[in-house]
Nanobody, 123 residues
Framework: QVPPVESGGGLVQAGGSLRLSCAAS????????MGWIRQAPGKEREFVAA????????YYADFVKGRFTMSRDTAQDTIDLQIDNLKPEDAAVYYC????????????????WGQGTQVTVSS
């Protein structure tokens, strides 16, 4: 199975914004619940956000606190994550993948993530 391709990461000052994107590569996203997880150096992967197959339902980790917005574009077959008001603790590699444990909101339920995109936040 070909993993998705994440992009959009970079270096940004605290308080800034980034828009991460995830493109299907091989199997379509359209029939799957998708989401984002992240991993900071020395830490375990943690759940960030998930979106239902229809795109009508979204769930975010508590630390998001209104700063992240996840969306999906069915026509383009992409998944986006808008991150506003970035904080130094948001620095991590962000991965998108299929959420096979809808409702668990746990990174361990994710499969088929890509290489990730690095987000670095300067204070």
């Amino acid at each position: 199975q070909v993993p998705p391709v994440e992009s959009g990461g970079g270096l940004v000052q605290a308080g800034g914004s980034l828009r991460l994107s995830c493109a299907a590569s091989g199997r379509t996203f359209r029939d799957r619940a998708m989401g984002w997880i992240r991993q900071a150096p020395g830490k375990e992967r943690e759940f960030v956000a998930a979106i239902s197959r229809s795109g009508n339902n979204r769930y975010y980790a508590d630390f998001v606190k209104g700063r992240f917005t996840m969306s999906r574009d069915t026509a383009q077959d992409t998944i986006d994550l808008q991150i506003d008001n970035l904080k130094p603790e948001d620095a991590a590699v962000y991965y998108c993948g299929e959420d096979r444990g809808w409702g668990k909101w746990d990174a361990s339920s994710f499969v088929s993530w890509g290489q990730g995109t690095q987000v670095t936040v300067s204070s």
